[in-house]
């Protein structure tokens, strides 16, 4: 690994001030379980890191009925897991945490550093798009919110601007739901594995019919996408399993994955139309 600095701010205005002086070279360090990987085999060229672990009080989750779920941006992979609130009011998140690499990389790895490294595969960004998350960010000018489909510029690029630190993810209050809702990942082994596709979708259901379809897909375009001609499509809709099929088709066609080492194109998109049904179909039952 290169040689580098490393910086210990004690408060976010001193970490966001050394991160735009860093011109591009700093960046900063939460979990570390991408930045290092990275640093290690040269993919990045740093001169300083910003150790974001000596700032008191970003470890947070908490929650409020009528505001919702706050995660600070220390907070942990573990953290999310071991939460009765998330399991309660938002099991996605809960379910996508269970597949989330390895106990050892939880403890560590933030799901702030998740949704920043923006990687099109990653666990965290499916529920939170189901869920219609915001991101607080912090820079040297102050704090603005954000969406968080905004976050994903494109493949591993977010949308922060110099200086700017993800300080804070709300999640609003859980919308009426008449199921848990679920999260397909498809990878190739059950534990330390990015999915070579990812689906995650939330229904209510009313007299057999849906009220309400969010489905957001992970690993087929450059950044995750919700699939909204998909949700158009099905809300309203019937729940028959061929309706569901047609849903899923449409989801497929939504998405643009390319092919590498781990899948061709052509087989992500049958991923695609398989794991929607079965998300939409596990919301139904
Ligand atoms: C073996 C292994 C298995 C993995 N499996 C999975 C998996 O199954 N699913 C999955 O989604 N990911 C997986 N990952 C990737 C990684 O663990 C996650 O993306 C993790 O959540 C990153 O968080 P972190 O705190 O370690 O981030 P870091 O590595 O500290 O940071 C990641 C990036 O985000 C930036 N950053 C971090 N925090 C902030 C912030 N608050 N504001 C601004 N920028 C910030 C950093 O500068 C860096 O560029 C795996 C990694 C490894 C090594």
């Known amino acids: 690994m290169k040689a580098f600095d490393l910086y210990e701010p004690e408060s976010i205005e001193e970490a966001c001030a050394m991160l735009e002086k860093g011109n591009g070279e700093a960046r900063i360090l939460a979990g570390g379980t991408d930045l290092l990987v990275e ?18 009080g970003l470890d947070y989750i908490s929650f409020k ?33 269970q597949v989330m690499a ?30 219609e998350a915001e991101c607080t960010i912090q820079g040297t000018a102050g704090k603005r919110t954000v969406p968080i489909e905004k976050m994903f510029a494109g493949v591993q690029r977010n949308s922060l601007k110099p200086g700017e630190i993800l300080v804070e993810i709300h999640i609003p209050p859980p919308p009426e739901l008449s199921s848990e809702g679920s999260y397909q990942k498809f990878a190739t082994r059950k534990a330390m594995d990015l999915g070579i596709a ?20 992970a690993a087929v375009a450059p950044t995750p996408i919700r699939a909204r001609k998909a949700e158009e499509f099905l809300t309203g809709k019937s729940t028959e399993d061929d309706l569901i099929r047609e849903g899923a088709q449409i989801a497929s066609k939504e998405c643009n994955p390319i092919s590498d080492v781990r899948a061709s194109k052509e087989y992500r998109i049958e991923l695609v139309k398989e794991l929607t049904y079965r998300a939409i179909k596990k919301c139904t039952v």
């Open 39 to 56: 640093m290690k085999s040269r993919l990045v060229n740093l001169t300083k890191v910003i150790n974001l672990k000596g700032i008191d």
């Open 65 to 97: 009925p009528k505001e919702g779920m706050r995660i600070g941006a220390l907070a942990t992979w573990s953290q999310i897991l071991d939460s009765d609130e998330v399991a309660t009011y938002y099991p996605v998140l809960k379910q996508s945490a």
């Open 102 to 131: 390895s106990v050892q990389i939880r403890n560590m790895a933030t799901l702030a550093g998740n949704i920043c490294h923006a990687s099109p595969a990653a666990n965290g960004p499916i529920p939170l798009m189901l869920y």
């Open 198 to 217: 990812g689906v995650g979708a939330l229904a209510k259901v009313k007299n057999r019919s849906f009220d309400v379809v969010r489905i957001a897909l």
